[in-house]
């Protein structure tokens, strides 16, 4: 099987407003894949048809190479997931509600709740009422909760929303371990775009309901600018005395007080040296590699040169 999921035309209306439109969405076997957009992009909402908690209004879903039908439960048993904010019985303990979930799958293994929470660092709070928990010690438990029966895939909307930096670490160790160790495939979403760019294979950018791109992590890295970065008040002055001074023209003004420049035959120091000798001052000076960000920005902004 090439892909775990595929999508055909994938689209949800409500009240006649398109949230997701013509999805064709594609997941390789034992990749991490990550959804980028911005809030209200129908990352969401491509989510949760995924999962069966709500129905496309036109499309096809493919999982494990089956479509998915209202009478599909055997392939989303293979399914694990946190959709939004995870919820619990409030009033009882984390072995209790996860007990509760094995129960609602037909799972009955005890031993493989516990080493779920020890994997998501709750052991001791097992007992623990989840009204009292934190909003973090909620989404461990969450996640606890979606890799107890270790499915084939995994979908985790913001997984790390809520923890601290050293609980993101954690949360990216263990989906890299269940992904090497046990062959999971993952479909993540987060806003984070550095986090999701030390842990995912591939990425499908979604803006205003539409997919508009999907490409390996390897791609992106191999199409990556080296750029120097320059904040001035003085742009106007700066770009005309790096043309005329240096012959620098592969530049570029951004937010009105920044200048990219991607001609690096001369170096930040005569840059600056030159410049400062010309009264300019120069507010801020580095040199940049190009990032995921910066390729998430170019195309939502119409695609184009990464940087």
């Known amino acids: 099987m090439e892909y775990i999921v595929k999508t055909t035309g994938l689209t949800k209306k409500v009240k006649g407003k398109e949230l997701v439109s013509n999805i064709n969405l594609h997941i390789k076997k034992g990749e991490i894949y990550g959804f980028l957009g911005q809030n209200g992009a129908g990352k969401t909402t491509i989510m949760k048809m995924l999962t069966g908690i709500t129905s496309s209004t036109s499309g096809e879903i493919e999982l494990f190479g089956h ?45 493989a709740i516990k080493q779920a929470l020890n994997m998501v660092h709750l052991k001791g709070n097992e007992n623990g ?107 106007e002055k700066a770009v005309y005395l790096i043309e005329s001074e240096l012959q620098i023209s592969n530049m570029k003004i951004i937010q009105n007080n920044r200048i990219r420049i991607y001609d690096l035959n001369h170096s930040q120091s005569d840059i600056t040296k030159m410049l400062i000798v010309h009264g300019v001052d120069i507010e801020e000076i580095q040199k940049h590699t190009s990032s995921l960000e910066d390729y998430y920005y170019a195309q939502i902004n119409g695609g184009g040169k990464v940087g």
Do not use: W
Request: glycine share 6%.
């Open 67 to 111: 479509k998915l039908t209202n009478r599909s439960k055997a392939a989303l048993k293979r399914v694990g997931s946190i959709i939004e904010y995870p919820t619990f019985f409030e009033h009882l303990t984390a072995m209790e509600n996860l007990k509760i979930h094995c129960d609602y799958l037909g799972y009955y293994d005890e031993v």
């Open 129 to 235: 009422r989840v009204k009292d928990f934190s909003l973090g010690m909620k989404q461990r438990l969450g996640i606890a909760r979606a890799i107890i029966t270790k499915p084939e895939l995994i979908i985790l909307d913001e997984p790390t929303n809520g923890l601290d930096p050293i609980g993101i670490k954690d949360i990216r160790d263990l989906i890299l371990m269940l992904n090497q160790d046990y062959g999971i495939t993952f479909l993540l979403s987060s806003h984070i775009l550095g986090e999701m760019e030390q842990i995912v294979n591939r990425i499908g950018v979604i803006d205003k309901g539409k997919l508009i791109n999907e490409i390996s992590i390897e791609e992106i890295r191999k199409q990556r600018t080296d750029y120097i970065e320059l904040q001035t008040p003085n742009v």
